[in-house]
C-alpha cells in the first residue's frame, strides 16, 4: 500500500487539489480502536503514510463533526473498517456518505475492511446491521431519507473490492 499512496500522491498532486492526509481511518472506536485500528495505524506511522485518526488527530476543543468531515476531504484515501457495531454509529455513517461523496467528487480512493463481518451482511444490512438499522428508524422516525442514505452508502461501500478479515485469520 505504501507505494500505491507514493504513486497516487505523485499521479493525483498534478490533477487534484492538495491532500493533507494520506489515508483517513473510519472506525467504530468500541470495536476495534484498540486491537486492529491500532496496529494499522501503528503500520502506516511506521511506513511515513500520514493517516488521520480521530483520536490522534483532533484537536482539543475541535468540533468533531466539521473537523472529521473536513479530514475525509483533505484525504487521498479512505479506508473503511466495518465491524460488528460500525451501523450503530451515526457519526460513522456520517463519514461513509461523506467518504462516498469525496470519491465521486474528487476521486477518492475508498478501501473497505470487513472485520468480523460478512460482507454481505453490509450489502443488505443483516444481523448486526439490521438491529441497528430498526434503532435508527425508530430514533430519526423524521429524517427518513437520511436513514436511507446511509442504508445507501452501506450497500455501496460493499461492492467496492476490500478486504475480508475471514480471509486472512
Not at 463533526?65 to 451501523?87: D, F, G, Q, R
Amino acid at each position: 500500500m505504501a507505494s500505491s499512496v507514493a504513486s497516487s500522491s505523485s499521479s493525483s498532486s498534478s490533477n487534484s487539489t492538495w491532500k493533507k492526509y494520506h489515508v483517513f481511518i473510519s472506525f467504530r472506536g468500541e470495536d476495534t480502536r484498540k486491537t486492529f485500528t491500532s496496529h494499522l495505524y501503528h503500520a502506516f506511522s511506521v511506513k511515513k503514510i500520514n493517516a488521520y485518526i480521530d483520536e490522534e488527530s483532533l484537536k482539543k476543543g475541535d468540533n468533531i463533526s466539521p473537523s472529521l468531515l473536513k479530514a475525509i476531504e483533505e484525504s487521498m484515501i479512505s479506508v473503511i473498517i466495518l465491524s460488528e457495531n460500525y451501523a450503530s454509529s451515526r457519526w460513522c455513517l456520517d463519514e461513509l456518505n461523506q467518504t462516498l461523496r469525496c470519491n465521486e467528487t474528487h476521486n477518492q480512493i475508498v478501501v473497505p475492511i470487513f472485520y468480523g463481518v460478512d460482507p454481505s451482511d453490509v450489502r443488505k444490512q443483516q444481523r448486526s446491521y439490521a438491529s441497528a438499522f430498526a434503532a435508527h428508524e425508530n430514533r430519526f422516525k423524521d429524517q427518513v431519507e437520511k436513514v436511507q442514505q446511509w442504508r445507501n452508502s452501506l450497500t455501496r461501500v460493499a461492492d467496492f473490492s476490500g478486504f475480508d478479515s475471514s480471509n486472512y485469520w
